[in-house]
């Protein structure tokens, strides 16, 4: 099947700081990707859709300046999470669909100090 | 609108018990289901899947049958193991590249020996 990384798979930070999350599709030309946040214990939580070459389509209630996305490539798309905070310690996971089939990265944990 | 319901966990079985993991949905199309599985600190797998009504889907042992007529896809293994002690997502796709796939809330299972 199609492989999707996502690097780092852990970081920590400080409190005021940007993190970046980087998903890529390594076998496959992703147009569309899509990032998740999973707190601990619950389920997947969309956050919002990453379009090549256009701008990520957000969920309610989830903040575009706060959690930047931008897909430069068919097979990279990053997340910033800025200026992060207690709250934003999650997991983070991405995905690309093919063929009625999503295809995850191994996730990102960020921890915010 | 579309949602999955999954029962409620965690389950806590004995190693070589029979495991059922019930899943119902409700979708306004046809969906494709799923199952994914997670392992601790680690991103979703695809499980299995079914695209059509009556498909069994079937992997490592696991079983789920896609029954339109009850709306479910119940997974279901005749005899665990210690290491299937994960959390199992079921969830729907209705587009061809992920948008609106949707999942359950998870089902945490730990299996002893």
């Known amino acids: 099947g199609a492989v999707v990384s996502q690097h780092p798979s852990w970081v920590i930070c400080k409190s005021g700081t940007s993190v970046k999350i980087e998903c890529r599709s390594l076998?496959?030309?992703?147009?569309?990707m899509f990032w998740y946040r999973q707190f601990p214990k619950q389920s997947l939580m969309l956050m919002a859709t990453?379009?090549?070459?256009?701008?990520?389509?957000?969920e309610q209630g989830v903040e575009k300046d706060k959690f930047l996305i931008n897909h430069a490539s068919l097979t990279l798309s990053t997340l910033t999470v800025t200026s992060a905070h207690p709250e934003d310690s999650s997991f983070y996971i991405c995905s690309s669909g093919l063929s009625y089939e999503q295809f995850f990265g191994p996730g990102t944990r960020l921890t915010v100090l | 609108g579309n949602s999955v319901t999954q029962m409620e966990g965690p389950v806590t079985l004995s190693e070589e018990a029979f495991l059922t993991i019930n899943c119902t949905y409700t979708a306004t199309g046809y969906p494709s289901l799923f199952w994914y599985v997670q392992y601790p600190g680690e991103g979703l797998q695809l499980l299995l899947k079914?695209?059509?009504?009556?498909d069994k889907g079937s992997n490592k042992g696991f079983e789920a049958t896609y029954r339109k007529e009850t709306t479910s896809f119940h997974l279901e293994k005749g005899s665990v193991q210690v290491s299937d002690s994960a959390v199992y997502f079921c969830?729907?796709?209705?587009?061809?590249?992920?948008?609106?796939?949707?999942f359950g809330p998870g089902t945490r299972l730990s299996v002893l020996p």
């Open positions: 990453s379009n090549e070459g256009s701008k990520a389509t957000y």
């Open positions: 969830a729907l796709s209705l587009e061809r590249y992920g948008q609106n796939f949707v």
């Open positions: 076998d496959f030309q992703a147009t569309t």
């Open positions: 079914a695209t059509k009504a009556d």
